[in-house]
């Protein structure tokens, strides 16, 4: 009787300890791009305490690096770990040049597939956007919901980015979804700005 009643307590205390919350990513019905090769991924999530974390244990410099973040989480919590990513992967004068880039692994609901999305800036920066007088074909860029992406953008423009910080990350997935579909994403400025 005690044998079966600690193989019971046992069993559940296994099970209970194996179960891991599953990630939910962001989810859209269009794919970007379906296929990714030469890539490692890294993880962003809340942890069991509602801590933002990353596990990137696998990033591998020189291939393209694969973020699989919780949509949940608002740009305000990613977006240091954004701004590191971008900064190590894009760092100016190293030994090697990394050519290769950030995507965001997101849903494609219709067609039921994983898709990826490319992150076409190359640094986040955490401050507000300074005030200056912007120069002739520069103009600035709040984007908040999808609505603000699909707008109709001057494509011979070149736009300075802001990000409002309370979105959800699926949000902004689906965000730059929406600048790669109006093909868009070639002119945003290199720097966008999270607040």
């Known amino acids: 009787m005690k044998t079966k009643l600690f193989t ?21 019905d269009f794919s970007v791009v379906t296929e990714m090769t030469d890539f490692s991924p890294a993880y962003i999530l809340k942890n069991e305490v509602g801590k933002v974390e990353i596990k990137k244990n696998s990033l591998i410099g020189n291939t393209h690096w694969v973020l699989s973040v919780d949509r949940d989480i608002t740009m305000n919590e990613v977006a240091p770990f954004l701004h590191d990513l971008t900064e190590k992967k894009h760092k100016v004068g190293g030994m090697h040049e990394d050519t290769k880039d950030i995507y965001m692994v997101y849903s494609d609901t219709v067609h039921k597939q994983n898709a990826y999305v490319k992150v076409p800036f190359k640094s986040f920066a955490l401050e507000n956007q300074p005030v200056y007088e912007l120069a002739e074909g520069v103009e600035s860029l709040l984007l908040k919901s999808v609505a603000d992406a699909k707008n109709p953008l001057d494509k011979t423009q070149t736009y300075l980015v802001r990000i409002d910080k309370n979105i959800s990350v699926e949000n902004f997935v689906n965000i730059l979804i929406e600048l790669e579909k109006q093909k868009i994403s070639q002119s945003l400025n290199s720097e966008v700005y999270v607040n």
Do not use: D, N, T, V
């Open 8 to 28: 019971l307590i046992f069993g559940a205390i296994l099970f209970a300890s194996c179960q891991q919350k599953e990630m939910k990513i962001s989810r859209s």
